[in-house]
Antibody
Framework: EVQLQQSGPELVKPGASVKISCKTS????????MHWVKQSHGKSLEWIGG????????SYNQKFKGKATLTVDKSSSTAYMELRSLTSEDSAVYYC?????????????WGQGTSVTVSS | DIQMTQTTSSLSASLGDRVTISCRAS??????LNWYQQKPDGTVKLLIY???RLHSGVPSRFSGSGSGTDYSLTISNLEQEDIATYFC????????FGGGTKLEIK
């Protein structure tokens, strides 16, 4: 069974950074691109970027360049997203999502989401 | 950038109804249109990919159709467990999501 287990909620101060994890199981980690999606205040979804765990190659939504950094640890089949210089606009729920292997550009399995609250 | 519009933000229907949710792209997305279901607890699942293909394990009462810029998700015989928000997403050029349609029981 494919599972994506994200780290717990974060309360961080403005200007700080936070690193969210997404631990995977039930499939070969290096064979599927991992993506990250932001959902602000229960509203719509925004694609942040994706990473190829096999070679570390990344692609980002222009809006999140400089804000988000995606990395992986192949030894533990875990993907990470670091958000820096946090402001209240970064308060949101963040999801990791696996992109399906074929070329349909769908995200076939999602983590449960990690809530990030930026507050002093 | 390709914009995705779901003009109906909320929809109320009765159990057993047939429900259709629409999504429009700002340009032709060549059927690279996917549908997701988000439950009230935040859980997100893929329902339909490439316009009309049912993801593994998804009930057959869900179906998708469309082409060019206009797409739709249909739920036949609405069940209580279908109460959720539904998002469309284009994958023709990077990834963009629609604003979501919240489905409630009448």
């Amino acid at each position: 069974e494919v599972q994506l287990q994200q780290s717990g909620p974060e309360l961080v101060k403005p200007g700080a950074s936070v690193k969210i994890s997404c631990k995977t199981s039930g499939y070969t980690f290096t064979e599927y691109t991992m993506h990250w999606v932001k959902q602000s205040h229960g509203k719509s979804l925004e694609w942040i970027g994706g990473i190829n765990p096999n070679n570390g190659g990344t692609s980002y939504n222009q809006k999140f360049k400089g804000k988000a950094t995606l990395t992986v640890d192949k030894s533990s089949s875990t993907a990470y997203m670091e958000l820096r210089s946090l402001t209240s606009e970064d308060s949101a729920v963040y999801y990791c999502a696996r992109k399906e292997a074929r070329a349909y550009y769908a995200m076939d399995y999602w983590g449960q989401g990690t809530s990030v609250t930026v507050s002093s | 950038d390709i914009q995705m519009t779901q003009t109906t933000s909320s929809l109320s229907a009765s159990l057993g109804d047939r429900v259709t949710i629409s999504c429009r792209a700002s340009q032709d997305i060549s059927n690279y249109l996917n549908w997701y279901q988000q439950k009230p607890d935040g859980t997100v699942k893929l329902l339909i990919y490439y316009t009309s293909r049912l993801h593994s394990g998804v009930p057959s009462r869900f179906s998708g159709s469309g082409s060019g810029t206009d797409y739709s998700l249909t739920i036949s015989n609405l069940e209580q467990e279908d109460i959720a928000t539904y998002f469309c997403q284009q994958g023709n050029t990077l990834y963009t999501f629609g604003g979501g349609t919240k489905l409630e029981i009448k």
